[in-house]
């Protein structure tokens, strides 16, 4: 039986893989009722997602995952949380956090809702 | 008109403020439908939930929000993230993320997903 955590794993391994190689790509992972909010800032609707991980003032990013949980939230949704590192251009990583709500869409896998925050020590 | 943050803001200082001061009372956030992940346990319904938060060992704990993000999930439930630090009897604050899925019951608001985790540098 697949659960919540094997598809999380699957997903963000897909995602991260994506985002560090091609950004423009990860608008197969979303659909127009779709929100991401990045560092408090709301975009929504895929093409508004694209524009904003396409317009990132960096060339080079890596996503290390250090944390992945994940829970149902239906029968056909996961809530999905990680904590993780993120290098850019070669500095030295930072800690973010990410949040996605998953919903499910015939046999795969599309990104409702998705929250990331840097977390830099106060 | 009541926006998702409003609502989450709203919670989130009832949610840490019950947190801080009176643990087993967190019980009246869950129903026999949650779960919480913490630190990559799962625990389901409210009584295993609470028995949790009870049984932390720590005395005194203090939460500060250091940022807070929400977006509708559905006309009547909200995806909130948290990140902030945490300290625990005196000790220096840790950083910790936490994830909430809030489904509306009536005129309020419970814990349907909860998932929680310290962000240990490295």
Redesign the interface.
């Known amino acids: 039986m697949t659960t919540p955590q094997d598809i999380a794993n699957q997903f963000v391994q897909f995602y991260y893989n994506t985002f560090d190689t091609n950004r423009a790509a990860l608008g197969s992972l979303y659909r127009e009722s779709s ?1 991401l ?1 990045w560092e ?1 800032r ?1 975009f929504s609707a895929t093409n508004n997602i694209v524009e904003h991980f396409t317009s990132l003032p960096f060339e080079k990013v890596a996503h290390q995952v ?2 992945l ?1 994940a ?1 149902a ?1 239906s029968p056909a949704s996961l ?1 999905v ?1 990680v ?1 993780g590192a993120l290098a850019i251009d070669g500095a030295p990583p930072m ?1 973010y ?1 990410q ?1 996605f ?1 998953l919903l499910q869409d015939g046999g795969s896998f599309y990104v ?2 998705d ?1 990331f ?1 840097l ?1 830099l ?2």
Chains 1, 2 share one sequence.
């Open positions: 929100s909010t408090g709301t250090t944390t949980d829970q939230a809530i949380m904590t800690q956090s949040c709500h409702f809702n929250l925050r977390n020590s106060g």
